[in-house]
């Protein structure tokens, strides 16, 4: 048997790829006494040292999206401090040749860890041509998701729209846009 290690750009490849959201799945029963006694014996390493590649463009695309401490998110319009603003790679970047990794003021936009980001990266929403919200179908299944897209985006024009954006936008809307119910 062999073991395959994968690096980060392959990593996250295949995880951009699978972009499979968990089944939902009856919990198991736990025995709470089993449990307990597990927390209370934990004695693996606390700290791992790890090593990883490091994106070189991020500092520059932070201060490109990001240049105060304050922005707007792309998605819902909403201005809020900076902590709570990612800077979302409008098609996954793990997907993105040297070229589109480098169009720092076209492949990625801020997005609001209030659930923009989330509902963008799992292929909930999207941006159509012009910069309007498109809406899963797949939505309408979960209450909570649905409701937050009614209440935040669901009329929302998406500013950072542009034609030099579309063919990310258009890329995210074929590769992780959920349009239809799996087969």
Same mark, same amino acid.
């Given at each position: ?51 990883r590649a490091h994106r070189g463009e991020q500092a520059a695309l932070?201060? +490109?999206? $990001? !240049? %105060?401490?304050?922005?707007?998110? #792309?998605?819902?319009? +909403?201005? $809020? !401090? %900076?902590?709570?603003?990612?800077? #979302? ?30 509902l963008y990266e799992h292929g909930y929403i999207a941006v159509a ?48 846009f959920k349009n239809s119910p799996p087969a």
């Amino acid at each position: 048997m062999n073991v395959t290690i994968l690096g980060e750009d392959d990593s996250d490849t295949l995880q951009s790829l699978l972009t499979l959201d968990p089944a939902p799945a009856v919990p198991a029963p736990v025995d709470e006494q089993e449990e307990e006694a597990a927390i209370a014996s934990f004695d693996g390493d606390l700290e791992r040292k790890s090593q990883r590649a490091h994106r070189g463009e991020q500092a520059a695309l932070k201060r +490109r999206l $990001l !240049p %105060g401490n304050s922005g707007e998110c #792309a998605l819902c319009g +909403r201005h $809020l !401090p %900076g902590a709570f603003l990612i800077g #979302a790679h409008i098609k996954k970047r793990a997907m993105c040749d040297d070229g589109e990794k480098r169009d720092l003021a076209n492949i990625a936009m801020l997005a609001c860890t209030f659930g923009c980001d989330a509902l963008y990266e799992h292929g909930y929403i999207a941006v159509a041509p012009h910069g309007e919200i498109q809406v899963s179908p797949l939505a309408k299944d979960l209450p909570a998701v649905a409701q937050h897209i009614e209440k935040w985006l669901a009329t929302t024009k998406v500013t950072w729209w542009n034609e030099d954006r579309e063919k990310y936008y258009q890329w995210h809307r074929t590769h992780t846009f959920k349009n239809s119910p799996p087969a």
